[in-house]
């Protein structure tokens, strides 16, 4: 039982009332049986004391006369469960209601307290005596001239009330087991809103690992198990991502392996059919089947960046780089494209640029993505690439004046595999570029800034710090 959560719920509700409440229990009838029911009933006897004494007052004739004070005696034991004892002055004996256990008529009494009472003044009241298993109430009757004239005894016993006492134990075992039953229930059912939604997690968690299903789990219970089955939702969107990009992937390496290898099987079946007899074609054949190679370079470069992105990899071989050499170095090869394509190309790279320390390459590859970038997405205009120096760092802009960005696809373009829909800025590709840039800019504590709209074209910033520590 205490190896489930259940089990052990129940039993911290049980065992406050195993342990703690028959210990009050029995302080409770402890309280009760001296505290009230003993108090109450002292209290009723010395209420009896005082009536008797007032209404034996007036007679005079009990103390001095054995016998009319043994008819008194006789008659209020018939109208009273108390035992009833008549002393004179000096404590002796004059009648009593017990038969037996007295002393005889006409000999002291050696009661508790007696003396006690007997020194105070007869104005002084009464005497009581509360046992666990008698009560005794010693009370003088003053004489209308002040003279004590006796003492009257009232005594009963504790097993008179044995039938309220085992009442009252009753009362408080009935009382006890209710509140064990109610500890069972109420950790019972606890334990099973708090267990079902545990449950459901480890059997969400073997459907995960079995690739049954996906499904995420309502979040339900204390706060505790909420931040549980949160995490675990947490987890489920992001395995839910992740298989999605795998799917994307697969399906991008498809296509862009299609390509290429489909030209260089139908070359090398032409050069198999004879074309390979005419030096023109094919030298032409080998050409193209070279473009084909040099296409997969890039796919093959991107899918490394890739893998050192998941796995969190990405290594910069930092080395001092003159920016205002650098930079044109890298950018002058797309003026070329751009100009092809029959766009303006503007540059300004300043030659006060600093000295920063970047890894080259990579840095080149986030350019070289910024740059195709804008001139496949500009149907005509102009694409410029421009550096300053400002704040400590170093910004570099990559514009154009294409079809630009919608502003609720721009804060996911950085995604990996995604490509728009709306205005097919990124129909083609597998979607890597900009998220390996970003990766890359940020390796050298950097970020890349973005400003576009719709039909205005878009701006690409990369901004670096002058000077950065090593990572790698």
Request: proline share 6%; aromatic share 4%; glycine share 8%.
């Amino acid at each position: 039982m205490m190896r489930t959560l259940r089990g052990q719920l129940i039993v911290s509700h049980i065992l406050p009332v195993l342990l703690i409440v028959p210990l009050v229990g029995v302080a409770l009838v402890y309280l009760l049986e001296t505290q009230v029911l003993l108090a109450a009933l002292s209290d009723e006897l010395v209420r009896q004391g005082i009536l008797t004494a007032d209404l034996v007052r007036d007679r005079p004739l009990i103390w001095r006369d054995a016998n009319e004070a043994q008819q008194f005696v006789t008659l209020y034991s018939v109208r009273s469960r108390s035992q009833i004892m008549l002393l004179d002055p000096d404590g002796k004996l004059l009648a009593s209601s017990q038969s037996g256990g007295s002393a005889p008529t006409g000999q002291p009494l050696d009661l508790a307290r007696l003396n006690e009472l007997l020194a105070k003044q007869p104005q002084a009241g009464y005497v009581r005596i509360v046992r666990s298993n008698v009560i005794q109430v010693l009370v003088p009757v003053v004489g209308p001239d002040q003279r004590l004239l006796g003492i009257i005894h009232l005594s009963q016993q504790v097993s008179d009330l044995q039938e309220q006492f085992t009442r009252l134990r009753y009362l408080i075992l009935a009382v006890l087991g209710g509140e064990l039953v109610l500890g069972v229930v109420i950790g019972l059912v606890l334990a099973l809103k708090l267990g079902r939604p545990l449950r459901q997690v480890a059997d969400a968690i073997y459907g995960v690992a079995s690739g049954c299903q996906w499904n995420p789990i309502q979040e339900r219970g204390p706060e505790e198990v909420r931040t549980v089955l949160r995490a675990f939702n947490t987890l489920i969107e992001r395995l839910r991502m992740l298989e999605e990009s795998r799917r994307h992937l697969l399906a991008n390496l498809v296509h862009e392996l299609g390509r290429p290898l489909g030209a260089l099987q139908s070359a090398v079946q032409a050069l198999r059919g004879g074309a390979d007899q005419d030096s023109t074609l094919r030298r032409e054949l080998l050409e193209g089947m070279d473009a084909q190679i040099q296409r997969l370079r890039p796919l093959l470069d991107t899918l490394a960046d890739l893998h050192g992105q998941i796995l969190g990899t990405l290594e910069l071989h930092r080395q001092p780089t003159a920016l205002s050499t650098w930079l044109p170095q890298v950018v002058i090869p797309w003026r070329q494209m751009a100009q092809d394509k029959g766009l303006e190309w503007q540059m300004t790279i300043p030659e006060s640029l600093p000295v920063v320390e970047i890894d080259p390459d990579r840095m080149a590859q986030v350019l070289g993505n910024l740059l195709s970038n804008a001139i496949k997405y500009t149907p005509q205009g102009t694409v410029s690439v421009e550096a300053h120096v400002r704040d400590g760092e170093v910004a570099i802009t990559v514009a154009d004046t294409g079809i630009g960005i919608a502003p609720e696809e721009q804060p996911r373009i950085f995604e990996p595999f995604y490509r728009s829909r709306r205005d097919k800025r990124f129909p083609q590709g597998m979607g890597l570029g900009l998220s390996i840039a970003r990766d890359l800019v940020l390796a050298h504590n950097g970020c890349i800034d973005l400003e576009s709209a719709p039909g205005q074209g878009s701006r690409f910033t990369v901004r670096i710090p002058r000077k950065s520590g090593s990572i790698s």
